[in-house]
């Protein structure tokens, strides 16, 4: 088993919509959590970070994070053709060891 | 935020040639840096861990004397790929630790890498 699953995709919507994102994961050690965003040929650029349980939210980004379910979200509001890319999701017990998720393609249709 | 940067952003090579990146972290220091393979449309695959002042750890299938690391000071590392080979052809990046307890990443802009 993966210590961290998420769903490749491909992801695609209409302008305007909300967007879940989604990661499970086994290691129950994890606390922190990340939400990356990657467009193509570029480095992945830190969206969210969160610590432990809870939600956090930025501009149009909310993240949630719920420990008991090993289960983090990343939702997009008001989704713009702008926030095509892959988001990568990414967990760490105490920092220097960082686990990703394979990514979701996400294409938002003008 | 913390700024990483990368050089070359991309180079074509002849097969048999070896090809040097940087990894600089431009406005803190990071004692450990961390190198990633990207093919298309894949997710990150990590490398190598490297360490300021230390031999850098590698992760399990990744040839030690293929891809060479040196981390010689606090912001920079590199990473060079001795006698690159067609196979070696992929998207490069690099990381380096951040935040107040080291508990997350900022990844630099990524190096494409073509050997011909």
């Known amino acids: 088993q993966k210590e961290v699953e998420q769903d490749p995709g491909p992801l695609s919507v209409p302008e305007g919509a909300i967007v879940s994102l989604n990661c499970t994961y086994s290691?129950?050690?994890?606390?922190?959590f990340m939400w990356y965003r990657q467009y193509s040929r570029k480095g992945p650029e830190l969206l969210m970070y969160t610590y432990s349980s809870g939600n956090k939210e930025d501009g149009r980004f909310t993240a949630q994070v719920d420990k008991s379910s090993k289960y983090i979200s990343l939702f997009i509001r008001d989704s713009q053709p702008s926030d095509s890319a892959t988001y990568l999701c990414?967990?760490?017990?105490?920092?220097?060891?960082?686990?990703f998720g394979t990514g979701t393609s996400l294409t938002v249709i003008p | 935020g913390a700024v990483v940067s990368q050089h070359p952003s991309w180079v074509i090579c002849k097969s048999g040639t070896s090809v040097k990146i940087e990894c600089r972290s431009l406005?803190?220091?990071?004692?450990?840096m961390f190198w990633y393979r990207q093919f298309p449309k894949q997710s990150l695959m990590l490398m190598a861990t490297s360490n300021e002042g230390s031999k850098a750890t590698y992760e399990q299938g990744v040839e030690k004397d293929k891809f060479l690391i040196n981390h010689a000071s606090l912001t920079l590392s590199t990473l060079t790929v001795t006698s690159a080979h067609p196979e070696d052809s992929s998207f490069y990046i690099c990381?380096?630790?951040?935040?107040?307890?080291?508990?997350?990443?900022?990844f630099g802009p990524g190096t494409r890498l073509l050997v011909l």
């Open positions: 290691n129950s050690a994890f606390q922190y």
């Open positions: 406005d803190f220091q990071a004692t450990t």
């Open positions: 990414a967990m760490s017990p105490t920092g220097n060891q960082f686990y």
């Open positions: 990381s380096a630790p951040g935040g107040a307890a080291q508990e997350t990443q900022y």
